[in-house]
C-alpha cells in the first residue's frame, strides 16, 4: 500500500460547518491520492478503528469499488439537533422526501417540536425516521419513541435509541417501531460477524468506519438485514463511497443519508462537482472527483500541532492496517 499511495504529501483539510451536525464546529481530514484516484482518510475524533477508516481512504484509489446497480440513490436530509424554525427551514428547502431527525439531545419537548416542524416542512407524504445516536436507556426509549411516533403520525424508524446490543434487544421488544441499529455495528470489532437479529429491523452503514465500500457490503451480507448508507459529515471525495455503497447494494429499500454535503461551509472539489441533492437524489459515480488546487489552498491546515496530530494519527492507521 505505501507504494501506492502518497502518505506523506497527502493534504490535510479543514472545513467549518454551518450547523451543530455531530458537535463538530470543523470538519478535518486528509486526502489520499493513489493510481486510479483519491480517497478521504477523516475519522472523528473518537474513533478507534483507524484501519478501517485508512482501508476506506485508499480503497477508491487502488482497487476500485464494485459495479453499481443504480444509477441514482435517494437521498434522506439530516435534520441536526437544531430548533424547530430552523428544522422546518432546512427540511422545506431540502428537495427530499425523508427526514433523518436527531434527538435525544435535549428535552423530549424539543425533540416533539422539531419532529413536528419537520412533518410540516416536508408535508404530510414525507415520511420522517428518528436518530437517537445512543443517548438513552430503554425506558427513556420506549416512552420518546411512543411520543414522537405519534407526534408525525408515524415513524419510518428509529436508529440506535440505546447504546448496546442488549438495550436495543430491549427496546425493540416493547415498540412497534422498526429499530435501526447504527453504532452498534461501526463501533464493533468485528462488524461483519455481528449477529443483529434479535436488536434490529435495519442495519445502518457507514463506508469510513466499516472499511470501506466492498466490507461494508459484506456487512450488508452477513447480518441480513435491510440496509440504508448514512454519511459521517465528509467532503464529497469521501460521500462519493457512501453512494458507492448505495449503488452497489442489492436492494434499497430507505432513501439514505448522504446529503450532508450542505453542513460544510466548503468542499475541496469544483461547484460542480460538489454533491449536492436536486430534488431527493444524488448520482453513482465510478470513482470520486478530484480535488481542485485553490479548494485545497483554502481549506488547508496550517497550524503546526493539528498538521503533526493528522500526521501521527495517519501512522497509526498505517500501523493497524
Given at each position: 500500500?505505501?507504494?501506492?499511495?502518497?502518505?506523506?504529501?497527502?493534504?490535510?483539510?479543514?472545513?467549518?460547518?454551518?450547523?451543530?451536525?455531530?458537535?463538530?464546529?470543523?470538519?478535518?481530514?486528509?486526502?489520499?491520492?493513489?493510481?486510479?484516484?483519491?480517497?478521504?482518510?477523516?475519522?472523528?475524533?473518537?474513533?478507534?478503528?483507524?484501519?478501517?477508516?485508512?482501508?476506506?481512504?485508499?480503497?477508491?484509489?487502488?482497487?476500485?469499488?464494485?459495479?453499481?446497480?443504480?444509477?441514482?440513490?435517494?437521498?434522506?436530509?439530516?435534520?441536526?439537533?437544531?430548533?424547530?424554525?430552523?428544522?422546518?427551514?432546512?427540511?422545506?428547502?431540502?428537495?427530499?422526501?425523508?427526514?433523518?431527525?436527531?434527538?435525544?439531545?435535549?428535552?423530549?419537548?424539543?425533540?416533539?417540536?422539531?419532529?413536528?416542524?419537520?412533518?410540516?416542512?416536508?408535508?404530510?407524504?414525507?415520511?420522517?425516521?428518528?436518530?437517537?445516536?445512543?443517548?438513552?436507556?430503554?425506558?427513556?426509549?420506549?416512552?420518546?419513541?411512543?411520543?414522537?411516533?405519534?407526534?408525525?403520525?408515524?415513524?419510518?424508524?428509529?436508529?440506535?435509541?440505546?447504546?448496546?446490543?442488549?438495550?436495543?434487544?430491549?427496546?425493540?421488544?416493547?415498540?412497534?417501531?422498526?429499530?435501526?441499529?447504527?453504532?452498534?455495528?461501526?463501533?464493533?470489532?468485528?462488524?461483519i460477524g455481528l449477529r443483529l437479529g434479535e436488536a434490529a429491523d435495519i442495519a445502518v452503514l457507514a463506508t469510513g468506519p466499516l472499511g470501506g465500500v466492498r466490507r461494508a457490503l459484506r456487512v450488508a451480507e452477513s447480518c441480513g438485514l435491510p440496509c440504508v448508507v448514512t454519511s459521517?459529515?465528509?467532503?464529497?471525495?469521501?460521500?462519493?463511497?457512501?453512494?458507492?455503497?448505495?449503488?452497489?447494494?442489492?436492494?434499497?429499500?430507505?432513501?439514505?443519508?448522504?446529503?450532508?454535503?450542505?453542513?460544510?461551509?466548503?468542499?475541496?472539489?469544483?461547484?460542480?462537482?460538489?454533491?449536492?441533492?436536486?430534488?431527493?437524489?444524488?448520482?453513482?459515480?465510478?470513482?470520486?472527483?478530484?480535488?481542485?488546487?485553490?479548494?485545497?489552498?483554502?481549506?488547508?491546515?496550517?497550524?503546526?500541532?493539528?498538521?503533526?496530530?493528522?500526521?501521527?494519527?495517519?501512522?497509526?492507521?498505517?500501523?493497524?492496517?
Amino acid at each position: 500500500m505505501q507504494t501506492l499511495i502518497d502518505f506523506d504529501g497527502a493534504p490535510v483539510f479543514a472545513i467549518p460547518t454551518l450547523e451543530p451536525v455531530g458537535g463538530l464546529a470543523v470538519r478535518e481530514g486528509m486526502l489520499l491520492e493513489g493510481p486510479q484516484g483519491w480517497g478521504e482518510f477523516s475519522p472523528l475524533p473518537h474513533e478507534r478503528a483507524l484501519g478501517r477508516w485508512l482501508t476506506a481512504a485508499t480503497e477508491p484509489g487502488t482497487v476500485g469499488w464494485p459495479d453499481p446497480v443504480r444509477g441514482r440513490v435517494p437521498i434522506a436530509v439530516t435534520i441536526p439537533a437544531v430548533d424547530a424554525a430552523r428544522a422546518h427551514e432546512i427540511a422545506a428547502a431540502s428537495g427530499c422526501r425523508t427526514a433523518a431527525v436527531e434527538v435525544g439531545v435535549g428535552g423530549l419537548v424539543e425533540d416533539v417540536e422539531r419532529v413536528r416542524a419537520v412533518r410540516d416542512g416536508l408535508g404530510a407524504d414525507g415520511v420522517l425516521r428518528c436518530d437517537a445516536k445512543g443517548r438513552w436507556d430503554p425506558d427513556t426509549a420506549v416512552t420518546a419513541i411512543a411520543a414522537l411516533d405519534r407526534a408525525v403520525g408515524g415513524l419510518e424508524f428509529i436508529a440506535q435509541p440505546c447504546p448496546t446490543i442488549g438495550e436495543l434487544v430491549q427496546v425493540r421488544r416493547r415498540v412497534e417501531v422498526p429499530i435501526a441499529a447504527g453504532e452498534s455495528i461501526r463501533e464493533s470489532d468485528d462488524p461483519i460477524g455481528l449477529r443483529l437479529g434479535e436488536a434490529a429491523d435495519i442495519a445502518v452503514l457507514a463506508t469510513g468506519p466499516l472499511g470501506g465500500v466492498r466490507r461494508a457490503l459484506r456487512v450488508a451480507e452477513s447480518c441480513g438485514l435491510p440496509c440504508v448508507v448514512t454519511s459521517t459529515l465528509e467532503t464529497t471525495i469521501g460521500l462519493a463511497a457512501g453512494l458507492a455503497l448505495a449503488g452497489a447494494l442489492p436492494q434499497l429499500a430507505f432513501a439514505c443519508e448522504l446529503g450532508t454535503r450542505q453542513f460544510l461551509a466548503g468542499d475541496v472539489v469544483a461547484d460542480s462537482r460538489s454533491l449536492v441533492a436536486v430534488d431527493g437524489y444524488l448520482p453513482v459515480a465510478p470513482m470520486p472527483p478530484a480535488p481542485q488546487r485553490d479548494r485545497l489552498a483554502q481549506y488547508a491546515v496550517t497550524d503546526p500541532a493539528r498538521l503533526t496530530w493528522w500526521r501521527e494519527r495517519l501512522q497509526s492507521a498505517i500501523s493497524a492496517a
